[in-house]
């Protein structure tokens, strides 16, 4: 062996290389990665520990730790088939001398994804206070008990993500103090979520290091804590009430506002809108560039102070990327709503990047003069997509839109409902280039898709063709037959200028 090999910064760089390149994304892949490095464990001792702390380091459940136990190895691996919740029926609790085997590597273990409670009577004989992997730094706990939580609490985890709220959730943040990223999955709602919610928000106020959040609605107590966390970098929010269920209120426990100054991504996925209204209105994010909102809105009133609400939040220097999703607009009586005038309120937001606006039961108001306006206070943009209910007639024209385009120079994506009744652009003759991906939809048919084809052909040169919502789309598959040709035809007549 290569006496550079001898020294521990060096082989440990070629390790952490290996690690990089196997970074596997399929279950194939994972095999023959864990086979690589378990080849090099065994190349030579120099080799042995690192490579063997690099395979043991992630394990995504607890049977190849237990597949360590010598008894239970034939039980686990039976036949060469992958396990399955049954092998553990009826067999025997874990020995001392076993529980050892089953340690053996629990000390190299980093991250852990743990799914199934079926074999947790096998591992009775380890003391229930006992943390047995000592250097865990993300654990995911897929359980809806947290018997034999414990064994898992490590004091160096930094990242936890949990599937349910307890009792043992106050335990995760009181003895992980190192704890940086804390995300719950609450699916259910039952009789005793408004419990569970108080009792995570209460958890919430316990944690002092917090990066990342990504929890349930939290009270505004736990709010107020959070904007005092110097740490805090990113917040989501997401609803576990199903519709019809009563809202989380803020308004009552609001005492003053908060300022959360490192926050740079927010996200609001909650039903009632008027909790995304309250945290906006008693917020400030002067440091926000995402924000991502899924929410309901029952009239245009709650809709108004919903938008002004945002425009309030201080982050019209900052916010880059903006994505808000109307799941509903109005009384839900299946009936569609009425315009939704969202995009005035939004003109203050100017560094945005990325713009996505989707109302599913009505539209989002657009016409030329407002798209130009908007592109005025938007020259950064790279995305913009504005997608409502094709049941409603455009009034942005070619023309407007290509006189607004002019004025994003750097726009990349975009998505919007068109009238093509008059395909003409006027006397423009710009081209605009960096245009790579375009949707249109319209509500009335496309009188001459030669002609519509032909102006994409002219002024945008990099789109080879238009994808489409929902509406005429023999139209636009037509349009784009004419694309092609137009595109085959400059190729062709290109074609000896180029190789000369």
Known sequence: MHRALLIPEVFLEIFAHVHQILNPSSTGEKTLARKSIAALARTCKTFHEPAMDLLWSKVDQLEPLLGCVTRLHPLIYHRGSRWDNTWSKGVEPLSAHEAHQFLRHSARVHSLNVQSDHFFHLLSVIPIEKCVFPRLRKLTWKLSTGKYLNLFLS????????????????????????????SIKKINFDASTADELSLLSDSVRLCKQLVTLSCPP???????????????????????????APPWSLERDIAYPTQFLNVTALSLQVYSAGYIVAVMQHSQFPSLTELKIETDLLSSEEAEQ????????????????????????????????????????????????????????????????????????????????????CLHPSTVTFCGLFTALRLCPHLHTLRVLIDPANPNIGPNNIQHTSLKIVDFDTLSPIANTADVARIIFNALPCIDQVNRFTMHTKEWDEVNRHLKYLKAVALHVAGPASSL
Do not use: M
């Open 306 to 389: 919903f938008f002004r609400a945002l425009s309030n939040c201080k982050a019209c220097q900052t916010l880059q990327q903006l994505e808000i999703t109307i799941i509903s607009f109005g009384p839900r009586s299946g009936h569609q709503g009425g315009p939704l005038t969202a995009i005035p309120h939004l003109l203050c937001f100017t560094q945005l990047r990325i713009l996505r606006l989707v109302c599913r039961f009505s539209y989002i108001y657009l016409d030329n003069g407002l798209l130009l306006e908007a592109t005025s206070n938007w020259p950064h943009l790279r995305t913009l997509e504005i997608e409502g209910s």
């Open 218 to 244: 939290l009270d505004w107590a736990a709010w107020e804590h959070l904007s005092n966390l110097p740490s805090l970098v990113r917040v989501g929010v997401r609803d576990v009430q199903i519709r019809g």
């Open 155 to 182: 004091r160096t985890l930094h990242r936890c993500s949990l599937f349910t709220i307890n009792q043992d959730l106050k335990n995760i943040v009181t003895r992980c103090a190192a704890l940086v990223d804390l």
